[in-house]
Nanobody, 116 residues
Framework: QVQLVESGGGLVQAGGSLRLSCVAS????????MAWYRQVPEKPRELVAR???????DYADSVKGRFTISRDDAKNTAYLQMNGVKTEDTGVYFC??????????WGQGTQVTVSS
């Protein structure tokens, strides 16, 4: 059973920065792409960023140039560096692991709130 645990969420002012982390409980992390999704009430989860095994990133247009996804396979950990945050970045952020979009494994989510 794969467990993903996110951390790093919180309250931040618009224009500020936040770094989210996602730690996987097993080395299976190292053989799958990893992604971050965001969900706001009454809307489906949206893909924010995804990174392949080789480290190639892909971003939603809304976060390009502001967010950076990375992974440290030695630590079974992925990160989402969020810079220049906007109020529309508010939501619950989930890490996701697997081949699909989304993959089958989810974390419990971490709340990010951006104040104006």
């Amino acid at each position: 059973q794969v467990q993903l645990v996110e951390s790093g969420g919180g309250l931040v002012q618009a224009g500020g920065s936040l770094r989210l982390s996602c730690v996987a409980s097993t080395d299976i992390f190292r053989i799958y792409p990893m992604a971050w999704y965001r969900q706001v009430p009454e809307k489906p989860r949206e893909l924010v960023a995804r990174i392949t095994l080789g480290g190639s990133p892909d971003y939603a247009d809304s976060v390009k140039g502001r967010f950076t996804i990375s992974r440290d396979d030695a630590k079974n950990t992925a990160y989402l560096q969020m810079n220049g945050v906007k109020t529309e970045d508010t939501g619950v952020y989930f890490c996701n692991l697997g081949l699909g979009k989304p993959g089958p494994y989810w974390g419990q989510g971490t709340q990010v709130t951006v104040s104006s």
